[in-house]
């Protein structure tokens, strides 16, 4: 292999992507960002989505993908991500007693699965 090697063309989604929850964050300028891994599929900025919380389905599209401290426009299976979704408001996430004040309960969304269309 030599010092430069083409870019790999981009991935072309093959099936439906699935990702899965495993915890959740919340920072000032960009807002929820719900880390996993995708177990299936390909995941691409932009698509739309289906966000299976426990109290139904909500959908989404996906805004903002980063996986290995860098913005990508797609990640695959295997690959740990964090995600920004369009179409989830603060209360579509679970909050529990956090002192005087109510915090993000990362507990009430692992496993959730994020199924795109």
């Known amino acids: ?3 430069f090697r083409r870019r790999d063309a981009d ?3 093959q099936q439906p992507f699935t990702f899965v929850v495993e915890d959740v964050f919340t920072i000032t300028t960009v807002g929820h960002v719900l880390t996993g891994r995708v177990t299936s599929g ?3 900025k932009g698509q739309a989505a289906d966000l299976r919380l426990p109290g139904g ?7 903002r993908i980063e996986s290995r401290r860098r913005k990508q426009e797609q990640v695959a ?12 408001g ?3 996430i679970p909050t529990k007693p956090g002192g005087e ?3 993000l309960d990362s ?6 699965q994020l199924v795109g269309h």
């Not at 507990?107 to 959730?112: A, M, P, Q, W």
């Open 77 to 88: 299976a295997g690959a740990e991500a964090g995600v920004v979704l369009d179409g989830l």
């Open 11 to 13: 991935l072309q989604p």
């Open 90 to 92: 603060p209360d579509d």
């Open 1 to 3: 292999m030599g010092l």
């Open 42 to 44: 390909v995941m691409t």
């Open 101 to 103: 004040h109510r915090v």
């Open 57 to 63: 389905a909500r959908s989404v599209t996906i805004a």
């Open 107 to 112: 507990d009430g969304l692992r496993g959730v």
